[in-house]
């Protein structure tokens, strides 16, 4: 299944990308892509610090979110 990266726009084996998931406004780190709500895909932490520079979760997510310091490095 094909998902794109919302740090760079590729699209990619979502086995191959980091899922991140929206839990109550926040962006967290979903390792095991197994978390319940809405998700998000990043290639790797490059993408995901692109993403935030980009404002691309909220445009995924399509509301404000908070991102905490430490999301680029979890993910
Ligand atoms: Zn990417």
Do not use: N, T, W
């Amino acid at each position: 299944m094909l998902r794109r990266c919302v740090g760079c726009g590729a699209r990619v084996e979502k086995a191959h990308l980091r899922r991140v998931v929206l839990v109550e406004g926040r962006v967290e780190a979903d390792p095991a892509q197994r978390r319940p709500g809405r998700g998000a895909y990043v290639c790797d932490g490059a993408c995901a610090r692109r993403a935030v520079a980009r404002s691309g979760f909220q445009r995924s997510f399509r509301s404000a979110v908070r991102i905490d310091a430490d999301l680029v490095d979890s993910v």
